[in-house]
């Protein structure tokens, strides 16, 4: 009777970490989930506003220079400006995305922990194992 309700005990912990887990994951995915549709939005009105903006600084730069003899210095040096510019974004980008957190990082942690205290669990156990089959093998002092 006392190992069956030990079993039981031992599985509503096992259901309520498990449960506690799913629903850290769940709410860790809501929060990646609305992460993603923010950067995508922002993505999109950023770039919607840089191309107008482009579009007219490189029509005024031609429009000035058209006359004169410069007017292709003028349009290589600003095709160089835009490749400068889009490069250095580039590597903005490449370093936000290596230097943010690791997506489900305290769903990873709390799973190590719980790892951890499994390893530990077995650990005591092994040697309170041996050290009670140890004090079976020794005889009683009379």
Same mark, same amino acid.
């Given at each position: 009777?006392? @190992?069956?309700?030990?079993?039981?005990? @031992?599985?509503?912990?096992?259901?309520?970490?498990?449960?506690?887990?799913?629903? @850290? $994951?769940?709410?860790?995915?809501?929060?990646?989930?609305?992460?993603?549709?923010?950067?995508?939005?922002?993505?999109?009105?950023?770039?919607? $506003?840089?191309?107008?903006?482009?579009?007219? $600084?490189?029509?005024?730069?031609?429009?000035?220079?058209?006359?004169?003899?410069?007017?292709?210095?003028?349009?290589?040096?600003?095709?160089?400006?835009?490749?400068?510019?889009?490069?250095?974004?580039?590597?903005?980008?490449?370093?936000?995305?290596?230097?943010?957190?690791?997506?489900?990082?305290?769903?990873?942690?709390?799973?190590?922990?719980?790892?951890?205290?499994?390893?530990?669990?077995?650990?005591?156990?092994?040697?309170?194992?041996?050290?009670?089959?140890?004090?079976?093998?020794?005889?009683?002092?009379?």
């Amino acid at each position: 009777m006392a @190992l069956g309700r030990a079993v039981g005990d @031992l599985t509503d912990t096992v259901l309520s970490m498990a449960r506690t887990r799913l629903e @850290l $994951f769940a709410l860790e995915t809501g929060e990646q989930k609305a992460r993603l549709l923010r950067l995508v939005a922002l993505l999109c009105v950023m770039l919607f $506003f840089l191309a107008l903006a482009v579009l007219i $600084f490189s029509i005024g730069v031609a429009v000035c220079f058209w006359p004169t003899p410069y007017r292709y210095a003028a349009l290589w040096l600003m095709g160089l400006l835009y490749l400068v510019v889009g490069l250095g974004f580039a590597w903005a980008l490449r370093v936000r995305l290596r230097d943010d957190p690791v997506p489900y990082s305290a769903t990873l942690d709390e799973l190590r922990r719980d790892a951890a205290l499994i390893a530990r669990w077995r650990a005591s156990g092994a040697a309170g194992a041996e050290s009670g089959d140890g004090a079976r093998d020794q005889e009683p002092a009379s």
